[in-house]
């Protein structure tokens, strides 16, 4: 076609020039010229749409992190877009051409061989009768305004933290001082290789700037480095070197007519379902202060807009609500009668029962240190979505199933079984199948509905030793008992609404059975999973769903000149005992605390923050769970420190007295959960006669868990109150100028408990041993443990600023000083220097 066309344009020239030597060339050569111009105006649009149109493709791919998002304004506009990180918003496909001529007007191709004997005078006419079909069929052979045969994008970032700790306790004494240098390149490659296709791939290079070395612990995860072997931390979470393979993947989108969709498999896949099956739920406030590893290109004026001058509550970046996955995913979000569709088939890193320990992947978080290594995990994770869009012009409907499945030879690995035997049982797998029904949509133009209810089922297998085993564990894989759990009903609605002029509300309301189990739902928060503990956390229902919860959250945003403001308040309490296994999250400083330690351990829940540091747990913890032994991996609740994603979480049991720990007691009780926050922030800019934004923006929180209702919690010292906790944040932020602002922080948090205990090692000469914790506490006398009330003090102050030095190109600077205090064991108070400066490159 495009030869034919070549041919055709050549001939039609030649006439018309015959035709201009013989009529009046004065007369036709504009028209002629004017027609030649138009062609390269009409050949650059399609080109500088496509241009345009880069980030689509990458938008698409299964939600990738660095993919460009929606702008977060736009996202916020209503609630309903909420539902924009799960499915890509289709790309129209484009129209296909017509190439028919529709004039009666002959074919140009009977122009061409028309009799010679024609005059020049009807050439031309007939020649002019028949441009318009002349540019359809050249614009035929032109690229389409969604073709871009290749297009990359992507960053370049260095990073600089220093941390230093003049005053350090014992579980800081690996990490008293330290500076890491590190890099990180990632692209995004995109191939269209027209208007119906769409090909693309990520790339993640991470590198550490410490020097070369050889690491023999690469083959060996569980090996413990000698002093004289140095280990790559910042980019692994076993002992492994660096790697390519953190956020490879690819993918194709496929789109025509009625039906579009996309394919995309690799380390690190994005998606949602609903939220009770697959959706991660952020709570926390999004401080400036904060500069995020994984934050999308934008200039410092907008960033600043959408933390601190006018917040962005939902949608987009702003608050995540897809979870991670390595393996394979498809999503048809286009196909007839409105319907949308999604499958996946990953594997379960982040809960794996084998050997592996499980979290390889940091645990659900849009960074680029997502995923490290390959995916090798005995068990597999299946999930699919049904859903019909548009019913009443904007509402769907969408039915949901997650299910985890263990891979029955786990048996064979002596770190599964053995944990079960130390503790003389059989060993046991749980499998996990939840299906869902989910409705979301606006009911009217200003109220929006989402509710989920989900339908919760285990099928356990309970392994016994065989006759004739082959395997020295005198298990076989076949050599199991099922049984099928009694399904749990979990209840989940949100809505919000606008008919409060300047007064937008949000309610929440949950209902889970304490049975109820659903791994990848905001039941089980992915930055600091909780599997199947019994256990409550501080700010449970407004910060964290568990299973065993019921209540309700309200959120009030009142509008108003040059400001915001947010108010808070939630009530949930259990739905029948469970154990007063308590546990809560440092917000002020927590994040510093654990990046500022090298221990592998800081990944991983399941064991203490700094015990891959030092040959003990170095911090003085008050008394959890002292299950005998090693205690089975998946349900450790010792207490102490453990590393969520960016997070430090410390738990502790609220013993009532020292007998209770002598026993093995633990005390249980149907607890409540309060919360009430109030976050805002002020312009006072035009008290100064300026136009530049100075904002005062301030958070604080009050809460608290009981063992009755106590609807504000006020003060430890309330009638029944197991921990309560002050939270509060200062933050001025300046626009000095366009691309150069000021942030700094004051903050303060507090945390208190009457029913702390210490196992006082050194008392009667027990030594502290070098490995695993005590194994017996039975054996040993009460007088060992101390009370010890929960009275810690956290502080912090800092100064920083962000600046876009040039085009697609800033520096991040931030400088934090800050303390820690307990009362009742002063060895665990430190105080310290952060440091952090990163620049980064956008392309």
Same mark, same amino acid.
């Given at each position: ?23 009046? &060339? ?12 138009? +062609? ?5 649009? &399609? ?25 977060? $304004? ?40 028309? &009799? ?98 050889? #690491? ?89 807009? $959408? ?62 240190? $997502? ?8 068990? +597999? ?18 039915? #949901? ?38 409705? %979301?949509?606006?009911?009217?133009? %200003? ?16 392994? =016994? ?32 609404? %606008? ?73 949930? !309490? ?21 990046? !500022? ?21 170095? @911090? ?33 049991? /609220? ?71 002050? =939270? ?48 017996? @506490? ?17 502080? /912090? ?36 220097? =952060?440091?952090?400066? $990163? ?5």
């Amino acid at each position: 076609m495009r030869k034919l066309s070549i041919l055709f344009t050549t001939l039609l020239c030649t006439s018309l020039a015959f035709a201009q030597d013989e009529e009046s &060339p004065e007369a036709s050569a504009p028209e002629t010229e004017a027609v030649e111009e138009s +062609a390269p105006a009409e050949e650059a649009a &399609p080109v500088e749409e496509a241009a345009a149109e880069e980030s689509a493709p990458v938008e698409e791919a299964a939600a990738e992190p660095a993919a460009e998002e929606p702008a977060p $304004e736009e996202a916020a506009a209503e609630p309903a877009t909420e539902e924009a990180a799960a499915e890509p918003a289709p790309e129209e496909a484009a129209p296909k051409k017509d190439f028919a001529s529709t004039s009666t007007t002959p074919a140009p191709a009977a122009v061409v061989d028309a &009799p010679a004997v024609l005059p020049a005078e009807k050439q031309l006419e007939i020649a002019e009768g028949n441009m318009d079909n002349i540019a359809e069929n050249l614009e035929s052979t032109m690229m389409g305004k969604d073709d871009a045969p290749l297009a990359v994008s992507g960053f370049m970032a260095f990073r600089l933290k220093n941390f230093s700790y003049p005053d350090a306790s014992e579980y800081l004494s690996s990490d008293k001082a330290r500076l890491a240098v590190d890099a990180i390149f990632k692209a995004n490659i995109v191939a269209m290789p027209n208007s119906y296709m769409t090909l693309w791939t990520n790339f993640t290079f991470p590198f550490d700037l410490s020097g070369l070395f050889s #690491n023999n612990l690469g083959s060996q995860p569980t090996g413990v480095p000698t002093s004289n072997e140095r280990v790559l931390f910042d980019h692994s979470t076993d002992y492994y070197s660096s790697t390519v393979d953190e956020e490879m993947n690819f993918g194709i989108d496929i789109r025509a007519g009625v039906f579009g969709a996309y394919v995309t498999a690799g380390g690190v896949i994005w998606a949602n379902s609903s939220p009770l099956t697959m959706w991660e739920r952020e709570t926390m406030p999004r401080f400036a202060w904060v500069y995020e590893t994984f934050e999308d290109e934008k200039t410092v004026s907008t960033y600043y807009k $959408e933390k601190v001058f006018k917040p962005v509550k939902e949608g987009g970046r702003a608050f995540w609500t897809n979870r991670s996955f390595g393996g394979v995913f498809v999503s048809a979000y286009q196909l007839p009668f409105d319907m949308t569709a999604q499958a996946l088939v990953s594997q379960p890193a982040d809960m794996d029962i084998g050997t592996r320990d499980g979290l390889r992947m940091y645990g659900g978080q849009p960074g680029e240190l $997502e995923m490290s290594g390959d995916y090798d995990l005995r068990g +597999a994770v299946y999930h699919g979505r049904l859903a019909k869009n548009k019913i009443a012009d904007n509402l769907t409907i969408g039915l #949901n199933y997650m299910g985890v499945v263990f891979d029955e030879a786990v048996i064979y690995e002596p770190e599964f079984y053995s944990q079960y035997n130390a503790l003389s049982v059989d060993p046991y797998i749980m499998n996990t199948h939840v299906a869902s029904i989910d409705f %979301k949509g606006n009911i009217t133009p %200003k109220f929006y509905l989402m509710a989920d209810v989900a339908l919760s089922m285990t099928d356990s297998l309970k392994y =016994y030793k065989a006759t004739g085993a082959k395997d020295i564990s005198g298990y076989e894989k076949s050599s199991y008992e099922t049984e099928w759990s009694t399904p749990q009903v979990g209840v989940y609605v949100k809505a919000q609404s %606008k008919y409060l002029e300047g007064w937008p509300m949000t309610l929440e309301a949950i209902f889970l059975p304490k049975d109820f189990y659903s791994p990848f739902s905001m039941s089980n928060p992915s930055r600091f999973l909780a599997w199947r503990k019994d256990e409550f956390a501080l700010n449970s229902g407004s910060m964290r769903y568990a299973p065993n919860m019921a209540g309700i959250n309200l959120k009030i945003e009142p509008e108003f000149n040059r400001g915001h403001l947010d108010i808070q308040y939630g009530l949930h !309490s259990q739905i029948e005992d469970g154990d007063d296994v308590l546990l809560f999250n440092y917000r002020l400083n927590g994040r510093n605390l654990w990046e !500022s330690t090298n221990s592998w351990t800081k990944h991983k829940p399941l064991f203490w923050a700094d015990s891959g540091n030092a040959n003990y747990n170095g @911090y003085v913890e008050r008394a959890g769970v002292l299950t005998p032994g090693v205690g089975v991996k998946m349900t450790r609740q010792q207490g102490g420190l453990r590393g969520g994603t960016w997070e430090m979480w410390e738990t502790f049991v /609220a013993y009532e007295n020292a007998q209770q720990i002598q026993d093995s007691v633990v005390p249980s009780h149907t607890k409540w959960s309060s919360y009430l926050s109030l976050a805002g922030g002020y312009d006072i800019g035009h008290w100064f006669g300026t136009d530049r934004n100075i904002v005062m923006s301030g958070y604080a929180s009050i809460s608290g868990v009981s063992k009755t209702i106590a609807p504000i919690a006020y003060s430890e010292s309330q009638s029944d109150m197991l921990l309560w906790s002050f =939270y509060g944040q200062f933050e001025p932020a300046i626009a000095v100028t366009p691309t150069f602002h000021v942030v700094g922080i004051l903050g303060l948090e507090s945390f208190r408990s009457e029913y702390g205990y210490i196992i006082d090692y050194m008392a009667n000469n027990i030594a502290k041993p070098t490995s695993t914790k005590p194994t017996h @506490y039975n054996d040993v006398s009460t007088s060992v443990f101390r009370k010890a009330p929960i009275n810690y003090l956290e502080t /912090a102050v800092g100064l920083g600023f962000d600046w876009n030095f040039a085009e697609r190109a800033g520096v991040h600077v931030r400088y934090k000083w800050a303390t820690h205090s307990d009362e009742t064991e002063p060895d665990n108070d430190w105080s310290g220097h =952060y440091i952090y400066a $990163e620049t980064k490159v956008w392309f």
